[in-house]
């Protein structure tokens, strides 16, 4: 059984915050500015934060039925979660970005019911989610924060269910894929798929094949330049017409 993060390894890392701002990638500053709270007001949650050594590809950050004691937020890199059937079948569940959290699933249970490993260079910082809590109830605008987080998981693991198109599903993946890093101040535009054909086409409940042709159909109808993992959305308003559907589900 593996522990559920890896050691803390203070030298391998540098907080890109200080004493008063917090990092540009934190999951939480916003619901704690919105207390009125910068970073040095909050010693006590800044105490309970914890940055990770990094975590390289293939490296698991939690297994399913690991004991669940934390969570944590994405500082950089991405990070996939997924199931392992009784078949032995992989079932991708999602993939988490900067700024994002992972392990609120595993609040009901105490036990984390999926795992989540590295796709690429990970960088985490971690919560004693029991300490967390305590503190959630002091800060109302924390508390609904999580909410906000937990319902957010729920609304992205219901996204891609129903009758759509390849292209339909293709189409709100990356759509969603930029508006999430546009929310953290990276580039809608211009981004790399850090995942596998094969991650996305599970994810998307396609075949690998019909992910790589949805793509090349994409650049050949001018909505996106593809190379490799490069993507740069070249008609946002056609892709997301395409997704609105799936997306106002």
Known sequence: MSTP???????????????????????FSQACLAEGMDKSGLRNL?????????LHA????????????AIAAVRSGTV????IDREGREHVLGFHFPGEVIGLDG????????????????????????????????????????????????GRAALLDGDWTAGQRMAAFLIGLSR????????????????????????L????????????????????QIERR???LLDRARLEALAEPILRS
């Not at 993060?5 to 999951?27: K, V, Y």
């Not at 293939?58 to 004691?69: K, L, N």
């Not at 396609?206 to 109808?221: G, H, I, N």
């Open 107 to 154: 609040i009901d249970g105490d036990r984390y019911p999926c795992n989540a490993v590295a796709l690429d260079t990970v960088m985490l910082c971690q919560f004693s989610f029991p300490k967390i809590s305590v503190l959630a109830a002091q800060l109302p605008g924390l508390q609904r924060h999580l909410f906000r987080l937990l319902s957010r998981n729920i």
């Open 58 to 69: 293939g490296d698991h950050v939690f297994r399913a039925g690991d004991p669940f004691e």
């Open 205 to 224: 409940r396609l075949a690998p094949e019909t992910v790589s042709r949805v793509l090349r159909r994409f650049q050949q109808d001018g909505l996106l």
């Open 180 to 203: 999430r890093l546009a929310a953290r101040g990276f580039s809608p535009h211009r981004f790399q798929l850090t995942m596998a054909r094969t991650d996305i086409g599970n994810y």
């Open 230 to 232: 490069d993507v740069e």
């Open 46 to 54: 800044h105490m309970l934060v914890e940055h990770t050594e990094p």
């Open 5 to 27: 993060f890896p050691h803390h390894s203070q030298s391998t890392l540098a907080d890109d915050g200080d004493d008063f701002t917090f990092c540009s990638t934190c999951a």
């Open 80 to 83: 996939k979660t997924y199931t």
